[in-house]
């Protein structure tokens, strides 16, 4: 794991941002950059949004969307996806805080090695 963080801690497609508390991380972002050749633009796919239990409903997620958006309008990401389960109301109500709206189907399929 922590090579994939380096890894991804240095690449311009990959962007990490994380919330301290007291010197400790209590959350993270992470968000995959991309082109779209179809629309000639960069894109952007949050991968993870995660608080510790402890610092949920404290504001941590809204500020690391901010600054996540923020961070995405300066580099020209024009568009951000995310994908959340359909009962995960809270993620749902704090993405539509910021303007992410129901857009596409999103179909998955999993490969799972054991």
């Known amino acids: 794991m922590t090579e ?46 995660f608080v510790h239990p402890t610092y949920q409903s404290r504001g941590v997620g809204s500020e690391l969307l901010k600054a996540l958006i923020k961070r995405a309008d300066a580099e020209n990401i024009a568009e951000l996806h995310v994908s959340t389960g359909w009962n995960n109301r809270k993620a749902r109500k704090l993405y539509g805080k910021f303007g992410f709206t129901k857009e596409n189907l999103l179909l998955e399929r999993s490969h799972r090695t054991e």
């Open 4 to 49: 994939n963080l380096q890894k991804s801690l240095s690449s311009n497609q990959f962007i990490v941002l994380v919330a301290e508390f007291n010197s400790s991380i209590v959350g993270f972002v992470d968000c995959a950059v991309f082109p779209s050749f179809w629309e000639c633009q960069k894109q952007g796919l949050i991968v993870d949004l």
